[in-house]
């Protein structure tokens, strides 16, 4: 059964930085992109993130550029979305997904196959 459990959410005051990670397990992760969305009450799932299978590509959403870093550690079957100055628009329940098919970054949710149940971030001003 392929899994993708995200923790390191929590609340944070604005111009601070969290961790999430993604331990992702019962298939051949490494072989696949892996990206980072989230989501607000009432919204659609929005792009944060992504990674290619060997880290050497990364796509970055215009809003978390230069303040977010993602990266991976096949070895472990982990991926870790790093932000920092952080903002109360960043708000959200943070998802992580794997696209088990391409080999090109893709920042629409459809083209993701598996995904994690969810992390809440909560930046406070």
């Known amino acids: 059964q392929a899994q993708l459990v995200e923790s390191g959410g929590g609340l944070v005051q604005a111009g601070g930085s969290l961790r999430l990670s993604c331990a992702a397990s019962?298939?051949?992760?490494?072989?696949?992109?892996m990206a980072w969305f989230r989501q607000a009450p009432g919204k659609e799932r929005e792009f944060v993130a992504a990674?290619?299978?060997?880290?050497?590509?990364?796509t970055y959403a215009n809003s978390v550029k230069g303040r977010f870093t993602i990266s991976r550690d096949n070895a472990k079957n982990t991926v870790y979305l790093q932000m920092n100055s952080l903002k109360p628009e960043d708000t959200d329940v943070y998802y992580c997904?794997?696209?088990?098919?391409?080999?090109?970054?893709?920042?629409?949710?459809?083209?993701?196959?598996?995904w994690g149940q969810g992390t809440q971030v909560t930046v406070s001003s």
């Open positions: 997904a794997a696209d088990a098919v391409s080999t090109i970054i893709f920042t629409v949710a459809a083209r993701y196959d598996y």
């Open positions: 990674i290619s299978w060997s880290g050497g590509t990364t």
């Open positions: 019962g298939r051949t992760f490494s072989n696949y992109v």
